[in-house]
């Protein structure tokens, strides 16, 4: 990509109003409201509107402004420490989300194998039928595993139907209902980038490992795996990071000790109304997903000027 | 990768495609039953869709909806393609790192921060808080979609034609609407539908900078699903579910016939230059 990055001409005004213009916007409405929330985990819970304390007025004059900031303290991280529901919130969200990656990679890789063996003519066709699903809306589909998963849901009614069973498997609100949600709403995510990492893999080396005698799931060991890794690194980013902050799956597929950072949140936001601590939570939070992030954004990178 | 298919290949793409499209296809037939009781199919009936019609709120949510995506979707397209050219044409320029980190971030950053992070802003504002707000928070995520849409179709652009159209004078803002917007028309039509259908969709931003009397259609689906499944939010879902694949699939078709006449021009093009 370096290659077509304009020669060092100057500037004309068009071209710093076409970049200020997103820049500005997402200065505003992605970073700064970040600082907000920061500085709201360091303040106070207070019966007020907004529900916190204190609240900066430029208005006020710079001694107001000194004073508030000393007013300012670290208490609400403090008191995330003491409590042990956060930081088992956390582990928990983490553990669940490795675990859902985990699965979604062992369900995910075998379509997008299939899908890059199968014949180029109805790759497309395969392609939009992987993509077709992440466009329905989220809430629907964690919305259909309920009728399934219910006690007298689909599933068990057939597993009864069936004879494998003798009475109802107990599975909505689980761990595993959490799962099971998180592996079908995320495995676009996963297949995406795995499959486009599998088909530009060169088919000759595979045949060349053949001709020389190499059985099918070494070759598969050695070479397939190994040039899908770029796809398979990408995937599993792309479904762990957001799977770590889920609040809807877990909160309708769970149960009441499915403990999901997101939850906690959303908890201690709507229902307990305490501003501070949910700040607090959110940037413990971010600070966690940060290493992924930065790791999934060099990946990104790294694979853009790949290609370009 | 083109051998032939094995049994082992179409069995998981079998099985894989079972299981993405298996849930829907129950909530669908499920949406026609009869009985009240999800679960125990009752006979045909079209009466869900019928009492549908008839609440108000539903409705009401869903033309809030459908308002917020429109504009969302419009202005997130405008900023987004111009991320887009900033992020593949703009070269070097001070605090590119960070654009580009604001640009990816969005995408993973878990929904819950993005909400309460804009939601504190629009308190910090002293902004009052619905439709406008709402609209703004879904910009700011669907614009990065847009960009990395939009982003993946500049790239394997060829800049000469762009270059000719300078070199004989063209203003750099027509060249942008005469020769490269047409090129990355696919692009931007793409983002500006994954952008409609991402605000259709989101339940927790919306639910962080939602006030009062813009409440949006997953949010009362989300409240009414708490209270159990039923058939009527199931006939609702089986709406958005076909009318998101209908647009998604004219869609695919316009670009596909418009990449094929293009290409078909092309071809034309070049051949009566070879004469």
Known sequence: MEANTAPPKRRSLGSWALISAPYLWLLIFFLAPFLIVFKISLSEVAIAIPPYIPTFDLADGWQAFWDNLGALSLANYVWLTEDALYWKSYLSS??????????????????????????????????????????????????????????????????????????????????????????????????????????RLDGSLLEAAEDLGCPPWKAFWKITLPLSLPGVIAGCFLVFIPAVGEFVIPDLLGGSDTLMIGKTLWVEFFNNRDWPVSSAVAVILLMILVIPIVLFQNQQQKMSEADG | MTRGPTWFNITSLVLGFSFLYLPIVLLVIYSFNESRL???????????????????????????????????????????????????????????????????????????????????????????????????????FAMCYVAVVVQSRLVGFDKSMEEAAEDLGCPPVKTFFLITLPIILPGVIAGWMLAFTLSLDDLVIASFTTGPGATTLPMKIYSQVRLGVTPEINAVCTILVVLVTIGVIAASIVTKRQQVQRERDERAAFGNEAS
């Not at chain 1, 498997?169 to 959490?178: Q, R």
């Not at chain 2, 125990?40 to 009492?51: E, L, M, N, R």
């Not at chain 2, 409705?59 to 393609?81: H, I, K, Q």
């Not at chain 2, 070269?91 to 790192?97: K, L, P």
């Open chain 1, 94 to 199: 983490v553990t669940i989300a490795a675990i859902s990656t985990f699965l979604t990679l062992l369900i995910g890789y075998p379509i997008a194998y299939g899908m890059a063996r199968s014949p180029r003519s109805i790759r497309p066709t395969l392609l939009m039928l992987v993509i077709l699903p992440f466009w329905t809306s989220f809430l629907i589909r964690v919305y259909a595993w309920i009728g399934i998963l219910k006690n007298e849901g689909l599933l068990n009614q057939l597993l009864l139907l069936l004879g494998v069973i003798d009475e109802p498997l107990v599975i909505l609100n689980t761990n595993i209902a959490v799962y099971i949600g998180i592996v079908y709403s995320y495995l676009p995510f996963l297949v995406l980038p795995l499959y486009a990492s599998l088909e």
């Open chain 2, 38 to 140: 999800v679960t125990v199919w009752g006979g045909f009936s079209t009466k869900w869709y019928a009492s549908l019609l008839q609440n108000e709120q539903l409705l009401d949510a869903a033309w809030v909806t459908l308002r917020v995506a429109f504009v969302s979707a419009s202005v997130a397209t405008v900023f987004g393609t111009m991320a887009a050219l900033v992020l593949v044409r703009s070269g070097r320029f001070f605090g590119r790192s960070l654009f580009s980190g604001m640009i990816f971030a969005p995408l993973v950053m878990p929904e819950v921060i993005l909400g309460l992070s804009l939601l504190l802003l629009f308190v910090a504002m002293d902004q009052a808080r619905g439709f406008w707000t709402v609209m703004l928070a879904h910009t700011t």
